[in-house]
């Protein structure tokens, strides 16, 4: 199917889209809240995780399902297919690579898909912390 709107329109679209304080990030960041555990959002160290806590050295990235390629819910998109893979696989290796850095500066690494967070999983995933 073909793209209904025009390119100066879908610009727009795209330019309204989030990467900080998403639906999912701000659940979890109201879960943690609500328990009282302290953590920092948005940090800015190597890696840019969504959430740290510090004091336990664990690093947490909140994935959107769409825009990181989840391996269980995933659509591939039916147009423009080449730029969309291109895109996705790039924010995949990004996603490697940030988390293995991490992993080297003696990060523990927790990724959080955007479906998870809709019900307890993705929270159950911090209850160790």
């Known amino acids: 199917m073909a ?10 679209c795209m330019s309204r889209i989030k990467g900080k304080w998403t639906k999912p990030e701000l659940a ?26 510090k004091d336990k050295k664990v690093a947490v990235f909140i994935h959107g399902c769409f825009w990181h390629g989840c391996p269980k819910c995933f659509i591939k998109p039916a147009s423009n ?20 850095r991490l992993k080297k500066a003696g990060w523990n690494v927790i990724v959080i898909w955007e479906h998870e967070t809709r019900n307890s999983e993705g929270i159950n995933k911090l209850l160790p912390i």
């Open 81 to 100: 297919k080449a730029y969309w893979s291109k895109k996705i696989a790039g924010n995949r290796r990004r996603d490697k690579n940030n988390v293995r």
């Open 3 to 12: 793209d209904t709107l025009t390119k100066r329109q879908r610009s727009f």
């Open 28 to 53: 979890v960041h109201n879960m943690l809240k609500g328990r009282k555990i302290r953590h920092i959002m948005h940090p800015a160290i190597d890696g840019s995780p969504d959430i740290i806590f």
